[in-house]
């Protein structure tokens, strides 16, 4: 039997969807906040500060956006060695750029080498992997049913669990 296994995980949708509700919630209640101290004239500072928490609910919408149109490709090979690259769509891979912009401290080249780091976490619906380049940079990778085929998925999972069996 063989563990080489090639995967496209795309971001969940479940996941955007939780984290907008986050952060319209927080909108919300940082509205009403402001609503409230202006009706009692608690002061500029109560005010500022409730401008400064919703402004902040607005940049984790922007970055759940950003970050949703991230897409990955996961090779793994038949010895366990594990291959990452980013993608910008489904359609276009990272070729015509030599590395893509994430988060701080997360930039993927392509086809990046990667080990899995302890923290890695595999269930049954989820997958957290815990990545490490040659370069020491750490990528942490969501992966739910709902981001690769069903197929895809479990194959992914039975890679994971035998490289992290005999890794140790």
């Known amino acids: 039997m063989s563990i080489a296994v090639s995967a496209v995980v795309k971001p969940s949708k479940f996941v955007l969807c939780f984290v907008l509700a986050v952060c319209l919630f927080l909108f919300y209640v940082f509205g009403l906040f402001y609503i409230y101290t202006i009706g009692k004239d608690a002061g500029n500072s109560s005010a500022m500060m409730a401008g400064v928490f ?42 015509v750029y030599p590395k893509i912009w994430r988060l701080p401290n997360e930039v993927i080249r392509e086809g990046e080498l990667v080990v ?53």
Not at 80 to 92: A, Y
Not at 122 to 140: E, V, Y
Not at 152 to 164: D, E, Q
Request: aromatic content about 8%; overall charge positive; glycine content about 6%.
């Open 54 to 95: 919703m402004s902040f609910a607005i940049g984790c919408v922007v970055r759940a956006a950003i970050q949703y149109q991230r897409c990955y490709q996961i090779d793994i090979s038949g010895i366990g060695q594990i291959r990452l690259t980013g993608k910008k769509s489904f359609s276009e891979v990272i070729s």
């Open 116 to 168: 899995i780091e302890p923290g890695t976490t595999l269930w049954a619906h989820l997958i957290l992997l815990r990545l490490k380049s040659q370069t020491g940079d750490i990528s942490n990778l969501i992966i739910l049913r709902d981001s690769t085929s069903a197929e895809s998925f479990r194959k992914l999972s039975v890679a994971c669990r035998w490289i992290l069996a005999h890794e140790r």
